[in-house]
């Protein structure tokens, strides 16, 4: 060899090795070994990631973080609730937003519940477009209670966020069942003042679908916040017993209106509401476009 280049060739060796020495000062002589021994909880990540592509989801993987809440944003990052990172049920779908308040896939025990109730089995929506909300909420006595939902997997994290807020600031709700608690009845749900979301129905007798049969509406409260139509010069009411509060002029408690908190966190999150339809009013009923 050369001897030019051999001189040029040590001192390129000289400088390679000075630099692989600082680097490793630099890094607090720690190896990438070292580092994933102290940072066991960034190892799932990888998990989930595959689970992930395994199931097509890019969310339900997600564990929400509860210290998030204070602020009412859903944290859709990878966290390890577990003390070893191998102990997580790669196929649970659950997201947690707070203490109370989550979301899965149907689990099984609620898929035999619904099935041929508020779930025909010709219904031409799938199951996974679906999920089954838990919340908190404050009921009309002041008690915390806790109530399920079933809405659409598009609006889980409006649904989280808002009832979050709702039970933060202590709004009251009657009752948060499952229609199919009333036999997917919605006039006998509506009678008992039952907040709920999914059911597939066409509207009133017709043909038209409801947003509830996608899961992508709800009725807060509905026996204060009926559904006003008006038919050939007649007024209809319903529920039965909601009569009382068809006059948005007066003064009664649990009513949704503009000033309403419900109202506004219904908004903000891009939902519009019946009470501003023209045709009809239905006071209780919120939804949003997919
Ligand atoms: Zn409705």
Known sequence: MNRKYA??????????????????????????????KLHPSEIPAENASSYATSTGSTVDNAQMSASSSSTGQVNSSVTNSTETPFDIDVYDTRVTYSEGFYYEEIPDSIVSKI???????????????LRYCSVLYVDFDGEEQSGELICNKAIAD?????????????????????VDEFDADDEASMEANNTSCFNYRPIGNGK??????????IDINPLYNPQI?????????APSGGEKYADRNADFPYKIDKDDLAYKLFKEHGFS??????SSKDYQHFEKKK
């Open 7 to 36: 001189k040029e060739l040590l001192l390129l060796l000289g400088i390679i090795l000075f630099c692989a020495i600082m680097a490793r000062h630099l890094a607090g002589h720690e190896t990438l070994e070292d580092y994933a």
């Open 208 to 217: 038209k679908l409801s947003k509830h049969s996608q899961g992508l509406a």
């Open 158 to 178: 409006d649904i989280m966020e808002i009832f979050y807020e709702l039970y933060d600031n202590d709004y009251q709700i009657e009752s948060i069942k499952l």
């Open 115 to 129: 099935t041929d109730v508020s779930y025909p089995k010709d219904c031409p929506f799938s199951l996974d477009e």
């Open 273 to 278: 509401w019946g009470g501003n339809w023209n």
């Open 229 to 237: 139509k008006y038919k050939n010069g007649a007024t209809v009411i």
